[in-house]
């Protein structure tokens, strides 16, 4: 966690992923959250880009302000945008779930250089009308003394009945957590704040997930005619950022969109690479293994980055083991590629330092691929070595019982 000082409030914020060459991700989230509520999500897309995820005032660590205007949306947005120019962001995509998407449509608004694209994910934006009369009675109740008990049952109401249970008791326990000039403040202030001015100012791309009814839809594409609308399957407002399998999945595909990373099928180079293989070919390394590809489970100080290092590893396997890889299945989720593999050879040659022993060797392995533009970037293992040193003698097999 880190701190930045703007307007005599000390903000929190997280940091997560190192993805300099995309642009960065700025998660804002709604009101009674914060910043670890969005977790799950930053972790998710901190794969492919750096992520900054800011607490507001008033809501998780960060400092909470005597004077409510504090939590107003131009006041949330003046804060984000000071902790976004102290660490150099520029062009980044703004996405905000629920009140924290009025908080990015404002900052796109006023600061279009931070503005790459905006993503409001469930967003508290130009409510339905419906929606709107029932505001005043809520805000009355979170006057009151029994304000905690209001704010429990605007929590509840936000919930599909396919949500896990345990992200409501999450959002219950920080609503106890929470004060009332916070609770009551943020709505208050958002009622006054321009969302269609500020919409008609957006020229980044926008898309608008839509899981509960918070949006007027109808009204969002007449303000800004080119904005995404989509949609969610069995997630409610909690749902879709504690398990945000479909933001996720949604964001990627609008950005491959509109910032002109065309959708590719990342398994490709992976069966290339398991193709060539089995062809004993690895001079195809080089079209399918980037030449800052990082093997992470290659023994330290055997090979170099790159398809020649990743040539030394593989070939060393084949000279010492003479291992053959079939694919048992094989799994594809974003830049990040899982194949499941068994592993058949036999000791021809020193390996380790153990002289060739002939044995027969028959294991299964998970490899993890990372693939961007078509290329192999890192990768990691998880094997089944102590079935491999069994194999070779070094560890003797279990007696059996009886």
């Given amino acids: 966690?880190?701190?930045?000082?703007?307007?005599?409030?000390?903000?929190?914020y997280e940091l997560h992923g190192d993805r300099p060459e995309r642009p960065a991700l700025v998660l804002l989230h709604g009101w009674c959250s914060n910043?670890?509520?969005?977790?799950?999500?930053?972790?998710?897309?901190?794969?492919?880009?750096?992520v900054l995820a800011v607490d507001a005032a008033g809501h998780g660590d960060s400092?909470?302000?005597?004077?409510?205007?504090?939590?107003?949306?131009?006041?949330?947005?003046?804060?984000?945008?000071?902790?976004?120019?102290?660490?150099?962001?520029?062009?980044?995509?703004?996405?905000?779930?629920?009140?924290?998407?009025?908080?990015?449509?404002?900052?796109?608004?006023?600061r279009p250089d931070l503005a790459a694209a905006v993503v409001a994910l469930d967003p508290m934006l130009l409510p339905p009308a419906e929606m709107l009369a029932g505001v005043g009675p809520m805000l009355e109740a979170l006057?009151?003394?029994?304000?905690?008990?209001?704010?429990?049952?605007?929590?509840?109401?936000?919930?599909?009945?396919?949500d896990d249970p345990d992200l409501l008791a999450a959002e219950?326990?920080?609503?106890?957590?929470?004060h009332q000039h916070v609770v009551h403040g943020v709505p208050a202030a958002f009622l006054d704040w321009d969302a269609a001015a500020a919409l008609r100012r957006v020229a980044a791309p926008l898309l608008v997930v839509d899981a509960t009814g918070l949006v007027d839809v109808p009204r969002v594409r007449d303000l800004v005619p080119g904005v995404t609308v989509a949609g969610t399957v069995g997630v409610g407002h909690l749902q879709l950022v504690g398990h945000p399998a479909q933001a996720v999945a949604m964001i990627e595909d609008f950005l491959r969109a509109t910032l002109g990373r065309p959708p590719v099928d990342n398994r490709g180079p992976v069966l290339a690479l398991f193709a060539a293989l089995a062809d004993d070919d690895l001079a195809r390394l080089d079209d399918l293994v980037a030449?800052?590809?990082?093997?992470?489970g290659a023994?330290?100080?055997?090979?170099?980055?790159?398809?020649?290092?990743?040539?030394v590893v593989l070939g060393t396997l084949r000279e010492a083991l003479d291992l053959r890889w079939e694919v048992l299945e094989l799994v594809g989720e974003g830049e990040r590629v899982m194949v499941h593999v068994r592993q058949r050879g036999r000791h021809v040659g020193e390996f380790l330092g153990i002289p060739p022993t002939g044995a027969e060797i028959d294991a299964e392995a998970m490899h993890v691929y990372r693939v961007e533009d078509g290329l192999l970037r890192e990768h990691r293992a998880v094997r089944d070595d102590l079935t491999l040193l069994r194999a070779l003698g070094v560890v003797p097999a279990p007696a059996l019982a009886g």
């Fill in 1 to 12: 966690m880190h701190h930045f000082h703007h307007r005599g409030v000390r903000l929190a």
């Fill in 35 to 50: 910043r670890a509520e969005m977790r799950p999500l930053a972790r998710a897309l901190a794969i492919g880009h750096r």
């Fill in 63 to 110: 400092d909470v302000p005597a004077d409510v205007a504090r939590v107003a949306v131009a006041a949330q947005a003046d804060d984000v945008i000071a902790v976004c120019d102290h660490l150099g962001l520029t062009a980044a995509v703004l996405v905000g779930h629920s009140s924290g998407a009025a908080v990015a449509v404002d900052i796109a608004a006023r």
């Fill in 143 to 162: 006057r009151s003394p029994a304000w905690r008990e209001a704010m429990r049952e605007v929590v509840a109401a936000g919930c599909a009945a396919t």
């Fill in 172 to 178: 219950l326990a920080i609503v106890d957590r929470s």
């Fill in 291 to 296: 030449d800052d590809f990082v093997d992470h």
């Fill in 299 to 311: 023994p330290p100080g055997l090979a170099a980055p790159g398809p020649a290092g990743y040539r």
